[in-house]
């Protein structure tokens, strides 16, 4: 099974945010990232954070940290339909593994 | 910059049959990886190169797949007899070794008939 889990789907209206969720299992995680995946796509990096950040805010996007319940979240403001994909999850061990979740299927309805 | 290329797109093989994959990292990147994204799953790392030397193999199916990375730079995946639990997409990525950020090209879809 996937080390690191997230919800499988979301549906929000456009104009809503969107929060997706992600807890990990390796505590010695450096880096934690969100991708994104369009339809027949490759993986597309987002934003990333460092393990000792708490929050970071890029545009649209804020990536929220808690280290002590390993849990990361990626809120995208104003979420438009061009926002639509797979939202993967992925932390990178200080073996420099990288591990990907599942992936959440966001789904913005107009 | 371009980004990283992979060819083919598609391919649709019969069981047994052999396929290749090739892969062409951003120029200057380092490390390149070999992902298998099953449908429905995040991508597993098959492989990682650092310039031309074998990094992390433990996940890949040594009695089938292999991948060389000649030269340091383009590298190739290849399968060999192919099985139904193949099918999958195959994503190439590269990094430069800063934030271990991974660059991934668009994918090779192999269906397995």
């Known amino acids: 099974g996937e080390d690191v889990e997230q919800s499988l789907f979301l549906s929000v209206r456009e104009g809503d945010s969107s929060v997706i969720n992600c807890t990990y299992t390796?505590?010695?995680?450096?880096?934690l990232y969100w991708y994104k995946q369009e339809p027949g796509a490759g993986l597309q990096l987002l934003t990333y954070i460092f393990s000792n950040m708490d929050m970071k805010q890029d545009q649209r996007l804020t990536v929220l940290l808690n280290k002590k319940d390993k849990h990361l979240s990626l809120r995208i403001a104003d979420t438009q339909t061009g926002d639509s994909a797979i939202y993967f999850c992925?932390?990178?061990?200080?073996?420099?593994?990288?591990?990907f979740g599942a992936g959440t299927r966001l789904t913005v309805k107009p | 910059e371009a980004g990283v290329a992979q060819s083919p797109r598609y391919k649709i093989i019969e069981k047994r049959q052999s396929v290749a994959f090739w892969c062409n990292p951003i120029s200057g990147h380092a490390t390149l990886y070999w992902y298998q994204q099953i449908l429905g799953q995040g991508p597993k790392l098959l492989i990682q190169f650092q310039n031309n030397g074998v990094v992390d193999d433990s996940q890949l199916p040594k009695d089938r797949f292999s991948a060389e990375r000649l030269k340091g730079v383009d590298s190739t995946l290849k399968i060999q007899p192919a099985k139904l639990e193949d099918s999958a997409v195959y994503l190439c990525?590269?990094?430069?070794?800063?934030?271990?950020?991974?660059?991934f090209g668009p994918g090779t879809r192999l269906t397995v008939t």
């Open positions: 390796d505590s010695s995680s450096t880096y």
């Open positions: 992925a932390e990178t061990t200080l073996d420099n593994d990288m591990r």
């Open positions: 990525a590269s990094d430069s070794g800063t934030r271990g950020e991974q660059y």
